[in-house]
Nanobody, 126 residues
Framework: QVQLVESGGRMVQAGDSLSLSCAASGLTVRRSAMAWFRQVPGKEREFVAHIRATGGHTYYSDSVKGRFTISKDNTENTLILQMISLNPEDTAVYYC???????????????????WGQGTQVTVSK
């Protein structure tokens, strides 16, 4: 079965950089549509970034565009999220998500993704 395991979350200070990883088993990252979402208590899960199943095209939410970079490490079968210039509003549990394919119009919708990890906490202090 498919398993996604996030890691790398920790407490950092505003302005710091951080990299999250999502190790996949039971699916091939290179051939999968994959994304990062985040969630804070009391709010809906928020789209962060997506990378297409093929071609490598990426999409970002306006709040992270220019600061976050999503990529695939095909050798390690891992999804990466590199984050710079972190601010307290980036504090959340970050989730990795995947599906065989996601149409462009549905990229930001959590319901478009079949597989989810358990999440990793990122806390950004002032």
């Amino acid at each position: 079965q498919v398993q996604l395991v996030e890691s790398g979350g920790r407490m950092v200070q505003a302005g710091d950089s951080l990299s999250l990883s999502c190790a996949a088993s039971g699916l091939t990252v290179r051939r999968s549509a994959m994304a990062w979402f985040r969630q804070v208590p009391g709010k809906e899960r928020e789209f962060v970034a997506h990378i297409r199943a093929t071609g490598g095209h990426t999409y970002y939410s306006d709040s992270v565009k220019g600061r976050f970079t999503i990529s695939k490490d095909n050798t390690e079968n891992t999804l990466i999220l590199q984050m710079i210039s972190l601010n307290p509003e980036d504090t959340a549990v970050y989730y990795c998500a995947a599906n065989e394919y996601v149409i462009v119009s549905a990229v930001p919708a959590a319901r478009s993704y079949k597989y989810w990890g358990q999440g990793t906490q990122v806390t950004v202090s002032k």
